[in-house]
């Protein structure tokens, strides 16, 4: 049973986040979409005799969360990276929702900036809630802890090392930050915040 399939994307030359980053990186998105995949083959393969494998489905059920997120976090932040960089709009309902929530656009960035030098490995994420019409800006750590039930995300970004580390040291991840917002499609962005409004 193959419930997921791996994403191909248009990642092209990238400033400040090299070509060896993204396919080592792609490899790991990868190895998500394989795991989340085996996770349930596993689950519908031991759920025959629960009693004897009840610890195992329980440690399983539990790993799914983060295969699954680990997969899903990927495809939005590689989604992101895809096509042509591209400015945001600023006559665009984003941009207007954003202005809305955080007055400037710019105090939206330094936010997310913010949020992103949590420390830990996890990812920053910026999703939209329908229920009460607002963005918020997150931390999840890993893949899956903290992730906000209901909500859309609208841009994803990986802070793990291995999304930065063959370009820049450990304690340098102020520029990784920086050159991702260099190099947003932010028509795939705009896109995913008018998909679930
Ligand atoms: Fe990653």
């Not at 656009?105 to 910026?126: Q, Y």
């Given at each position: 049973m193959e419930t997921f399939t791996t994403k191909t994307f248009n990642v092209g030359e990238l400033t400040g986040i090299s070509k060896k980053t993204i396919e080592e990186h792609l490899k790991l998105y990868k190895g998500y979409v394989t795991n989340t995949n085996l996770?349930?083959?596993k689950i519908s393969e031991l759920k025959n005799d629960p009693e004897k494998n009840a610890?195992?489905?329980?440690?399983?059920q539990r790993r799914f969360g983060f295969e699954f997120d680990g997969m899903r976090n990927h495809e939005y932040y590689f989604e992101s990276l895809s096509g042509d960089?591209?400015?945001v709009n600023k006559n665009g309902n984003l941009y207007q929702k954003i202005e809305k929530e955080w007055g400037l656009f710019e105090n939206f960035l330094a936010h997310f900036k913010f949020v992103a030098m949590t420390r830990g490995i996890?990812?920053?994420i910026l999703y939209y809630d329908k229920m009460s019409d607002?963005?918020?800006i997150t931390w999840v750590d890993e893949h899956h802890l903290g992730q906000l039930t209901g909500l859309s995300p609208i841009l994803a970004l990986d802070m793990w090392e291995h999304a930065f580390v063959y370009d820049y040291a450990t304690s340098e991840k102020k520029k990784y930050i920086e050159a991702?917002?260099?190099?947003l499609n932010w028509n795939v962005i705009e896109d995913n915040f008018k998909n679930n409004l």
């Amino acid at each position: 049973m193959e419930t997921f399939t791996t994403k191909t994307f248009n990642v092209g030359e990238l400033t400040g986040i090299s070509k060896k980053t993204i396919e080592e990186h792609l490899k790991l998105y990868k190895g998500y979409v394989t795991n989340t995949n085996l996770i349930l083959n596993k689950i519908s393969e031991l759920k025959n005799d629960p009693e004897k494998n009840a610890f195992v489905l329980g440690e399983l059920q539990r790993r799914f969360g983060f295969e699954f997120d680990g997969m899903r976090n990927h495809e939005y932040y590689f989604e992101s990276l895809s096509g042509d960089k591209k400015e945001v709009n600023k006559n665009g309902n984003l941009y207007q929702k954003i202005e809305k929530e955080w007055g400037l656009f710019e105090n939206f960035l330094a936010h997310f900036k913010f949020v992103a030098m949590t420390r830990g490995i996890g990812w920053t994420i910026l999703y939209y809630d329908k229920m009460s019409d607002k963005l918020i800006i997150t931390w999840v750590d890993e893949h899956h802890l903290g992730q906000l039930t209901g909500l859309s995300p609208i841009l994803a970004l990986d802070m793990w090392e291995h999304a930065f580390v063959y370009d820049y040291a450990t304690s340098e991840k102020k520029k990784y930050i920086e050159a991702f917002f260099e190099n947003l499609n932010w028509n795939v962005i705009e896109d995913n915040f008018k998909n679930n409004l």
